[in-house]
């Protein structure tokens, strides 16, 4: 869907890597442009390490992109970048706010020399702000922490780098709008995505309940907030969860592990009314579904039609996905697979001598 589309990628670690990834996934040709001698921060995040070196965090948002090794501070390397952001139609780029501009190297002077470059900036705190910006830093003050984790244990990150994956997706969403834009009135955009920004705004129905009651959330662990049943139960052999949505759903739910004085009980006719009786509810759906093995309840909850899952480890999850040790998870935006994450400086020679031409090149010795 991109192709032609080229993408300088100015970024590293992980919001930036994986926009461009994802522009990669759907045929944009993507350069990664890397620190001579270290290159991306993430190559020595480690081990895991695969058999050629390359850690398994950098593998994870790398693929589909060809890899040149260049410092804006060498004339020669500044020559060739500065090419390339010319001939570019998106720059992504994540520096520290006016490293790029002290060296002349900034999105403006670049956008008044080219108008329908696509320039997209991604910080931790925004345009105005010098911070450095990291997953866990924006978790805690998004708001997240103060809502993840037991309601009497400490605030607690979510397991995933979250903010910067949103962060990277919504990167990726504003510089798919601003081509379409640029293709309709050949105007490009300077857009700015900061991992603050995406991660306050993915409260969404936990900052409305604090914006309509006046009230701080709070922590419900695996529970929820607004709904109930809809959280984890421990079978007999395997933890489970429950996610009723609806009255309907709440009576088949019931019915389903043999609770049906439940069900027809009116007081629970209405998620208000579960609400207000969350114990007597949940106490006695973990009883009921501590007497059998998760599978079995899966299948009677299944056959019902209420949404379900057993709790699943990492590599349990895998099994069927199609990931590979190579590329990573496969694409979730329906893209393909390319080219390999590549090595440090890997295309740096063939870049020099080619410029953009070296995703030809590279493409015809593919095939």
């Not at 001579?36 to 993430?42: E, L, N, Q, S, V």
């Not at 702000?129 to 037991?150: C, H, K, N, P």
Request: glycine content about 10%; aromatic content about 6%; overall charge negative.
């Amino acid at each position: 869907m991109l192709s032609g589309v080229r993408v300088l990628d100015l970024t590293r670690v992980l919001a930036g890597p994986l926009a461009t990834m994802l522009l990669g996934d759907l045929g944009a040709d993507v350069l990664k442009v890397e620190r001579p001698g270290a290159g991306d921060d993430t190559r020595g995040w480690g081990p895991p390490f695969d058999d050629a070196g390359r850690s398994a965090y950098y593998l994870s948002i790398n693929r589909n992109k060809l890899a040149i090794a260049a410092d804006l501070d060498r004339p020669a390397d500044r020559e060739l970048l500065e090419a390339l952001v010319l001939e570019a139609d998106v720059v992504v780029d994540n520096f520290k706010r006016g490293t790029l501009e002290r060296r002349g190297f900034g999105a403006d002077d670049f956008r008044r020399r080219k108008p329908e470059l696509i320039w997209c900036t991604i910080s931790g705190f925004g345009p105005d702000s010098g911070r450095l910006g990291y997953d866990f830093v924006a978790q805690a003050e998004s708001g997240w922490m103060a809502i993840t984790g037991e309601p009497k244990g400490d605030p607690m990150k979510i397991g995933v780098a979250l903010a910067d994956v949103l962060a990277g997706k919504d990167a990726a969403i504003s510089i798919l709008a601003a081509l379409v834009q640029r293709g309709r009135t050949g105007e490009g955009a300077h857009l700015h995505v900061s991992l603050q920004d995406s991660a306050r705004a993915a409260l969404v129905n936990v900052a409305q309940n604090a914006l309509v009651t006046g009230r701080d959330a709070k922590r419900w662990g695996n529970a929820h907030p607004n709904l109930v049943p809809y959280q984890l139960f421990r079978a007999a052999d395997r933890p489970i969860v429950i996610a009723v949505g609806n009255d309907a759903q709440w009576a088949a739910a019931a019915r389903a592990i043999g609770l049906a004085e439940l069900a027809d009980d009116p007081a629970l006719a209405t998620n208000a009314g579960r609400l207000a009786e969350r114990e007597r509810v949940v106490d006695a759906f973990a009883r009921t579904l501590a007497t059998r093995d998760a599978a079995e309840w899966r299948a009677k909850l299944d056959a019902a039609g209420v949404p379900n899952g057993v709790v699943l480890s990492v590599l349990e999850a895998l099994e069927e996905s199609g990931a590979s040790a190579r590329t990573g998870m496969p694409s979730s935006v329906g893209g393909s697979v390319r080219f390999a994450p590549p090595g440090l400086d890997e295309h740096g020679p063939l870049v020099r001598r080619l410029g953009w031409g070296a995703f030809e090149s590279v493409e015809r010795d593919l095939k």
